[in-house]
C-alpha cells in the first residue's frame, strides 16, 4: 500500500484498472471512528482465492502498523488498532481510541493536469473557511406580520450521538459558522442516516421557521430547459461545490432566526444552514446571476455543475471558464465527487450520454425494491417519486390508473385500505422501470414525428425524429379521458390527442424549423385545416394548434404505434366513474328504438284510431306498419297522443338532454320519431318547462323596486283589479273572472266575463263591469291599480 498514492500493489492482485473478467471494484471511502484523511474512490480489487484474501488481510494490517502513528495519550494497546478488513464490500475499519495521523495525500493527486492552474478551487482547507461577506446575495429571513416564536424542545440522544453533535458543534464555531445565541427562538437538531454509506448526519429542524417565513418564488432550474441544448455532445464535466450553502453568510440582523438548541447550549448560525425553505432559492439564484453568460454550455443545478461539449478541447475550455467564476466568487468543489470529460455521466437522477438519457440504474433498482404501501402517505410519496419519470414510461398513466385512483379526494374520508387494483398498478409500475426506454435529446435541425392515438378511454402520443435513418423516441405522453370526454365524438377525441400532445412538447415544437408531421389513424384529419365548418369545440382545438406550422397525415391502426396505450381496458370507467345516464339518451348513436321505449309504443299504437285507420296496404301511405308499429317514410317511428309526453321529456328534461331550446329539442325528436303538428307541440312544451322558466337569462327589462303602498284613508279609495283567465267555459259561455278588492278592507267583488281569444277583456267590456259591480255600489274610487 502506498499511502501517498493511495495504490495498492500485490502479486496476489489483479492489476488495478484493466479491463480483464474478474471484476475490478470502485472501493468506497475508508472509514473510521476517529478522524482520518484519505483520498476518496480509491480502485482495489478481490483476491483470487481464499488463502490470497488471507495472506493479503496479514500484508495490509502490517503496512497500515508500520505508515500509522498514534499518539500515546493513554494509547490503545495493538490488538486494539488492529484494522477489520472486508473483502466483499473492499473497505477496513480502524477502532482507535485517539487521534490516528496518517501521511497526507497529495490532494491533487487525481486532478488533470490542464487544471492545475485552477487547484485552489479543489482546497478543502479554503472550503472550510468562512465564506466573505455578500452584502447583495447574502440569505434573509423575512417573517410574516403575524408570526410567534417558536422554541423546541432538547431531544434526547445516544452517547455516539452527543459526540458527534459536540465535534459539529466544535469545528463550526472553530470555522466561523455559528456562534452562541441569545435568540427568543430555539429550534431542535436532530440526526438522521445518509442514505448512501448509513452515516449520521446532522438536522436541524427548521419547519416553524419556515412556516413563518415569506417565500421566495425564484424557480429552480428544469432538465428539460437545457436537453435540447446538449445535443451533439460527447464528453461532459461534472462539478459539485463542497459546503454550497454555507459559502453565503446570513444577512445581518437575521442569525437569530437560525437558532438551535441542544444538550451544549443555544447557536445560531453565521451562515445560509440547510433546512431553510427560502435557502435553495436564494442560492440558485446567486448561481444564475455569476453564471448567466455560459447559460448555452453548462447547467448548475444548486451545488451540481454540468458542462458539456462535443470535443475534449471543447469541454476543457468552457470548463476553464467555469473554474475561473468559481475561485474569482470564492466557490470550492469536492474533487473526490468530480468528473472529468466522461462520456457518460450521471446527473439529477439521470445517465446522460451522447444524444440519449435514461433512468440511473440506482434509481431502478430504488423503484424495483420499493416496499409495498400501506398508507395514503406512502402512496403518495411513491407515485410523486416515480412521475418525475414519467417521461420514459410508455402508457405511465394506464400503468399508475390503480394507485391515483386511491388519492380521489372522495377516498381521503374514507379508512385507508389499499385494493387489489392498486397493488397491481404498484407491481407493474415496478416492472416498468426495469424496461424503461432510452429517449433521445431533441435536435432541432432534424423534422419531428407526432404520432398519436385515441380511444374511448385515453389518449397518447409519441414523440420521435429519423436519426440516422432510424426513428428514435424523444418522449411518451398519455392521457386518460374524464369521464365527460368519453363522449366525445370520435373525430374529437382524435383531434384531441394532437392538440394536447402539441401542447405537452410546446416548447420543442413551437416556431420549429422544419414542418411537424403528425400521423392519425383518423382520416377524416387530414383535411381538418381546409374544413369549412367547425364545431364549437373543434374550433377551440383550432385555435389552439393554429399556434403549430404541422400536416396531418393518416397511418393505418396497425402501424401506429400510439394505438396500444390508449386501447387498454383498466383505461375504461369504472362503475363509480361513469355516471348514470338513462337508455333513451343513447339514440344519438342508435338505429333501433330501446326495448322499454319499443314495448310502450306497441301497446299504445294497437289502442290508437289514427293508427288503426292506416291500411297496411296502401302504397301512396307515408305510414307503413313494421313490427306492430307505424314507421313513417323517414324510417321514423309514429308515436300516438299517449306516449308523446314521455318523448318529450326524455328529449328535454333528463340530464344528458340539458333542457335545450326549442330547436335542439325538435332536432332531437325529429332523429327517431314522428306525429303530426310535432313541432308545435314541442315549442308548446319547452316554453312550459318549468325548471327551463326558472333558470333561463330574463329577456324583459328591469323590474321596479318592491315597496309597499301608503294604507288608504278610506274604504273604496285605492281598489286593485285583475283577470283570472284560462278557467272552465260555464254553460253561460263564461271562462275568466273579474276580480276588484278594496286595499283597505280587502272586501272583493268576483264577476263572470266571457273572453274570446285573448286572455283579457276589451277596455269596454271591462269599464261596464267595474261600473256596475262597483261604482254602482262604493262610488268611484280615487285610484285604480291594474296591470
Known amino acids: 500500500i502506498d499511502w501517498i498514492t493511495g495504490k495498492i500493489e500485490c502479486n496476489n492482485l489483479i492489476p488495478q484498472k484493466r479491463p480483464i473478467k474478474t471484476p475490478i471494484i470502485k472501493t468506497r471511502p475508508r472509514t473510521f471512528t476517529s478522524p482520518l484523511r484519505t483520498v476518496g474512490q480509491r480502485w482495489g480489487a478481490r483476491p483470487l482465492n481464499n488463502s490470497k484474501a488471507i495472506a493479503m488481510t496479514k500484508h495490509v494490517r502490517e503496512l497500515i502498523r508500520k505508515n500509522t502513528s498514534v499518539q500515546q495519550n493513554n494509547g490503545p494497546n495493538t490488538e486494539e488498532r488492529v484494522p477489520i478488513i472486508d473483502w466483499q464490500k473492499l473497505y477496513h475499519t480502524l477502532k482507535l481510541n485517539t487521534i490516528l495521523k496518517e501521511h497526507e495525500p497529495d490532494t491533487y493527486q487525481t486532478l488533470p493536469n490542464h487544471y492545475t492552474n485552477f487547484k485552489n478551487v479543489f482546497s478543502k482547507p479554503k472550503a472550510e473557511e468562512l465564506a466573505k461577506e455578500r452584502s447583495n446575495v447574502n440569505c434573509e429571513i423575512i417573517l410574516k406580520p403575524d408570526a410567534k416564536m417558536h ?373 377524416n384529419l387530414t383535411t381538418f385545416n381546409t374544413t369549412a365548418n367547425l364545431n364549437r369545440r373543434q374550433a377551440g382545438y383550432w385555435a389552439q394548434m393554429s399556434r403549430f406550422d404541422y400536416v396531418i397525415k393518416h397511418i393505418a391502426g396497425k402501424n401506429n404505434p400510439a394505438d396500444l396505450p390508449s386501447r387498454r381496458e383498466d383505461y375504461k370507467l369504472t362503475k363509480d366513474d361513469a355516471p348514470e345516464v338513462h337508455p333513451f339518451l343513447c339514440l344519438a348513436t342508435m338505429s333501433q328504438v330501446p326495448p322499454d321505449i319499443y314495448s310502450a309504443l306497441v301497446t299504445a299504437t294497437a289502442t290508437n284510431n289514427y293508427a288503426a285507420e292506416v291500411n297496411p296496404l296502401d302504397e301512396e301511405s307515408k305510414l307503413k306498419w313494421q313490427n306492430d308499429i307505424l314507421i313513417y317514410a323517414d324510417k321514423r317511428a309514429y308515436v ?20 335545450q331550446g326549442q330547436a335542439r329539442t325538435l332536432e332531437k325528436c325529429y332523429r327517431n320519431w314522428y306525429w303530426p303538428y310535432m313541432k308545435d307541440d314541442i315549442k308548446r312544451y319547452v316554453r312550459g318547462c318549468r325548471n327551463c322558466n326558472k333558470n333561463k337569462d330574463p329577456h324583459h327589462a328591469t323590474y321596479g323596486k318592491l315597496s309597499p303602498l301608503p294604507v288608504p284613508e278610506g274604504r273604496w279609495t285605492r281598489v286593485h283589479m285583475d283577470f283570472i283567465t284560462d278557467l272552465p267555459t260555464t254553460s253561460s259561455g263564461n271562462n275568466a273572472i273579474l276580480v276588484v278588492i278594496d286595499a283597505l278592507t280587502k272586501m272583493a267583488h268576483f264577476s263572470p266575463v266571457k273572453l274570446k281569444g285573448s286572455k283579457t277583456a276589451n277596455a269596454r267590456t271591462t269599464a261596464d263591469l267595474f261600473r256596475r259591480e262597483c261604482i254602482r255600489l262604493h262610488d268611484i274610487p280615487g285610484t285604480l291599480i291594474s296591470d
Open 151 to 523: 422554541r423546541g424542545r432538547v431531544y434526547k440522544m445516544s452517547d455516539t450521538e452527543l459526540s458527534l453533535l459536540k465535534t459539529y458543534i466544535d469545528n463550526g464555531i472553530q470555522r466561523g459558522w455559528i456562534r452562541k445565541s441569545k435568540s427568543p427562538c430555539a429550534c431542535p437538531v436532530m440526526f438522521r442516516t445518509k442514505p448512501h454509506d448509513s452515516a449520521l448526519r446532522l438536522c436541524v429542524d427548521y419547519r416553524a421557521v419556515n412556516a413563518n417565513t415569506v417565500k421566495n418564488a425564484y424557480p429552480l432550474p428544469q432538465l428539460d430547459d437545457y436537453l435540447s441544448k446538449m445535443h451533439g455532445a460527447k464528453f461532459f464535466t461534472k462539478l459539485d461545490l463542497c459546503n454550497a450553502f454555507h459559502l453565503l453568510q446570513m444577512k445581518k440582523g437575521d442569525g437569530w432566526k437560525t437558532a438551535f438548541i441542544s444538550q451544549f447550549g443555544l447557536y445560531k448560525y453565521q451562515v445560509m444552514p440547510f433546512g431553510l425553505c427560502n435557502a435553495p432559492a436564494t442560492f440558485q439564484a446567486w448561481m444564475d446571476d455569476i453564471f448567466r453568460e455560459l447559460r448555452e454550455t453548462m447547467m448548475c443545478y444548486l451545488d451540481d455543475i454540468l458542462i458539456w461539449g462535443e470535443t475534449k478541447e471543447q469541454v476543457i475550455k468552457r470548463t476553464h471558464k467555469v473554474l475561473y467564476i468559481l475561485e474569482k466568487n470564492g466557490l470550492y468543489a469536492k474533487l473526490e465527487k468530480c468528473e472529468f470529460e466522461v462520456t457518460r455521466t450521471w446527473f439529477m437522477g439521470y445517465i446522460i450520454k451522447h444524444n440519449s438519457i435514461t433512468i440511473c440504474p440506482s434509481r431502478i433498482s430504488l423503484v424495483t425494491e420499493w416496499p409495498e404501501p400501506k398508507t395514503l402517505k406512502q402512496v403518495q410519496s411513491f407515485l410523486g417519486f416515480i412521475n418525475f419519470y414519467r417521461r420514459f414510461i410508455p402508457r405511465f398513466s394506464k400503468l399508475a390508473h390503480g394507485l391515483t385512483a386511491l388519492t380521489r379526494k372522495e377516498n381521503l374520508q374514507r379508512r385507508f385500505e389499499i385494493s387489489e387494483e392498486g397493488l397491481e398498478s404498484f407491481r407493474t409500475l415496478q416492472d416498468a422501470f426495469k424496461d424503461s426506454k432510452v429517449l433521445v435529446i431533441w435536435d432541432s435541425s432534424l423534422p419531428a414525428i407526432l404520432e398519436t392515438d385515441a380511444s374511448c378511454y385515453a389518449i397518447a402520443g409519441i414523440l420521435s425524429q429519423i436519426v440516422n435513418s432510424v426513428k428514435v423516441p424523444i418522449g411518451f405522453y398519455s392521457k386518460k379521458h374524464s369521464p365527460e370526454e368519453t363522449r366525445y365524438a370520435t373525430p374529437d377525441q382524435e383531434l384531441m390527442a394532437i392538440c394536447y400532445s402539441l401542447q405537452h412538447w410546446r416548447h420543442y415544437l413551437e416556431g420549429a424549423r422544419h414542418q411537424i408531421i403528425v400521423y392519425s389513424d383518423h382520416c
Open 640 to 659: 300516438p297522443p299517449s306516449l308523446r309526453n314521455r318523448i318529450l321529456e326524455l328529449c328535454h328534461n333528463y340530464p344528458l338532454a340539458g333542457h
